[in-house]
């Protein structure tokens, strides 16, 4: 059965006993399939390799039929060229998802990655990433998709709030901040997760590569001597001194504050005063050799009379055989104590540099010391060390200075 195929034909096909296709004059192969429920489609019935196949192009009225002639006459020029319809729209069905790249980014990759990392990567996939993108497929995704969801992640996140709040919480959570470097970070891993994508055969490029970058405002907080005082006393009076002792060997060595909880005693050779970081415990995922002071390595004498023998490590925690947690209840009544709210444990790190620079340290000697594999990263400091070439400029130029003189009359 033919006939021109318009809106007003369409509407007015009779439902029969069966199903049947009513065809199109001037496109062959194309027309609407009535269906005895009602319902009205079109279709392309084509033949490829001596096989005649049915390709459903969609439903009217969400198809008008302008349109579908139109998708009809594109499906043909393919099937020109030899490529079947069906077997594209079956390999698409088929077609991996954002959701299972995400499952075997975090379970091939994040694993290579030190613990921290790897921990905040699979929370930007769970909480940022997958609620936006979950079911669509990896080809799919565009450089628009990815700047899109970049803004919306510098944007911040809603926080929850009550209007009765509960016992324990009597004020409302504070409003959105925007998270600039959030978006950075989230950027960064998509870009390695999309190469992983290409490497992996689910698509042929990146469409993270070379997202826009946000402004990032480094963070130069730096304890001065009175600060670095009034935290040595706070430290020395408080009843927790295994919290006190993580502290204060952070402020010793410039670790990061994950290297020293999970340090052992194997990893020091105290008589050259020597820490050798093993990969598994550094950022970077490299062995990192440094010396230490002897106050540090006091320190650890210390920590070695006070652990339980046979304990590796330098703070056990309260779990047996596990390392010590974040002392994320003792750093804030540090902070008040010490008179300094604004301080974070990291900035411990930045103080340990910017006293090394006050010694005449160089920018690598710095870099050596805190485990930066980058210049850049360590270039942060690097207007620290006009305090010393000042003052010996100045000192040159009282040297120099012209002498007065008292003329007589």
């Known amino acids: ?108 990759h994040l694993p290579k990655l030190a613990p921290t990392n790897a921990s905040d990567q699979k929370s930007m996939l769970e909480k940022l990433v997958l609620p936006e993108w979950k079911n669509r497929k990896v080809a799919d995704i565009t450089p628009t998709d990815v700047d899109r969801l970049l803004t919306k992640i510098a944007a911040g996140r809603a926080r929850p709030s009550k209007k009765k709040p509960t016992q324990k919480r009597r004020k409302k959570l504070a409003p959105p901040k925007p998270t600039p470097v959030r978006a950075n970070r989230a950027g960064e891993m998509l870009r390695k ?50 919290a006190a002792s993580i502290i204060r060997l952070c402020m010793l060595t410039g670790a990061r504050l994950g290297e020293v909880r999970t340090a052992t005693f194997d990893q020091f050779n105290l008589d050259l005063a020597i820490w050798t970081k093993q990969a598994a415990y550094t950022k970077q995922r490299r062995i990192h050799r440094v010396p230490i002071s002897h106050e540090a390595v006091a320190l650890i004498r210390l920590r070695r009379e006070i652990v339980p023998k046979g304990c590796p490590f330098l703070f056990p925690g309260d779990v047996p055989d596990q390392p010590v947690g974040d002392p994320k209840r003792f750093w804030p009544k540090m902070q008040k104590v010490a008179q300094i709210p604004d301080v974070r444990i990291h900035d411990l790190r930045h103080t340990f540099a910017s006293l090394l620079v006050s010694g005449g340290a160089s920018l690598e000697m710095i870099g050596r010391l805190l485990g930066h594999t980058q210049i850049g990263t360590t270039q942060r400091y690097a207007h620290l060390i006009d305090a010393p070439l000042r003052a010996g400029v100045n000192a040159v130029g009282e040297m120099l200075k012209p002498r007065l003189r008292v003329v007589g009359e």
């Open 193 to 242: 997760m999309f190469n992983l994508a290409m490497l992996w055969k689910m698509r042929t490029d990146n469409p993270a590569f070379g997202f826009r970058r946000r402004p990032e405002v480094a963070r130069d907080r730096f304890l001065s001597c009175e600060e670095i005082e009034r935290l040595a006393n706070a430290l020395a009076v408080d009843e927790d001194q295994r």
């Open 1 to 108: 059965m033919k006939a021109k195929l318009s809106e007003r034909v369409v509407k007015a096909a009779e439902i029969g006993s069966r199903k049947y296709v009513l065809f199109d004059e001037d496109t062959p192969g194309f027309g609407l399939c009535v269906y005895t429920t009602g319902r009205k489609g079109f279709v392309l019935i084509y033949r490829i390799a001596g096989q005649q196949k049915r390709f459903t192009i969609g439903v009217w009225p969400t198809w008008s039929v302008t349109a579908a002639r139109d998708e009809a006459k594109r499906l043909i020029r393919e099937i020109d060229r030899g490529e079947d319809p069906l077997d594209s729209r079956k390999a698409a069905r088929g077609a991996p998802t954002v959701k299972e790249l995400a499952e075997r980014f975090i379970e091939e």
